[in-house]
């Protein structure tokens, strides 16, 4: 079966490995940025890897990535709203506030009543969001290798079929998907993120990853 084309909306870290990440797995991808010219060096080491406008990449990709910057995950929405109606848009976002860490612990501008995956699925309601990969690093995120074994990546979202196509790709980088239910979910899923990063903030310790057990 043809993969479908992905479109990374970010050009930071986690935009240029997840998209490092697709490419080793065979997809056709494309990367954005307002300035194409961050991507240079990414682009030199992913020779078939495209990149674009925010605009080219929602039009581009069949499934899309969100890996913006939290403060900017709504306008960049808004703005590319068109180019993304009825498709899959994994959302890696955490809504980091734009103040020092207080003993390691992240503040966000959101509340526990209100994530950042719900008031952007209240923007574009015929986007079909996925939480994932918000709550590890991005050095662990394609295919890591953990004594313990697989690691999970907890995910959430309004449609089942999205949330399929979802654990797919999880399940080809590494992860074991745990669907924990619809977008209100996303309430206790971005706030992973804060726990992940304690033991880096602290002690400078950044390779871990969560695991559901089960009895
Ligand atoms: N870093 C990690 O390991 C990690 C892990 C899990 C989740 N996340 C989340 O994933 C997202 C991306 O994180 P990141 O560390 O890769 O990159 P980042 O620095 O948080 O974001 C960079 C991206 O945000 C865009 N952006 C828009 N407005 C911006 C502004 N005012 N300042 C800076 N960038 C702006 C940039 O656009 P241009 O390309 O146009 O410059 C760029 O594409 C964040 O929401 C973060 O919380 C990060």
Partial sequence: MTKKKIGVLGSGQVAQVLASGFIKHGYEVMVASSDI???????TKNATGKLGSFEETAMFGEILVLAVKGTSAESIIKSV???LSGKVVIDATNPIAAVP???????????????LMERLQALAPQ???????????????????????KP?????????????????????????????????????????????????MVNNEWNHAFKLLRA
């Fill in 152 to 200: 999970t990546m907890f995910i959430c979202g309004n449609d089942r079929d999205a949330k399929r196509e979802v654990a797919t790709i999880l399940d080809q980088f590494g992860w074991d998907p745990e669907d924990f239910g619809r977008v209100e979910s996303a309430r206790a899923i971005e706030p992973l993120c804060m726990l992940w990063c304690i033991p880096g």
């Fill in 37 to 43: 010219t961050k991507l240079s060096d990414w682009k």
């Fill in 81 to 83: 709203a068109s180019g």
């Fill in 101 to 115: 860490p207080t003993n390691g612990v992240l503040s966000y501008f959101t509340t526990l009543s209100e994530s």
């Fill in 127 to 149: 986007v079909r969001f996925v939480k994932a990969f918000n709550s590890v690093g991005n050095l662990c995120m394609v295919n890591p290798m953990f004594a313990g074994g």
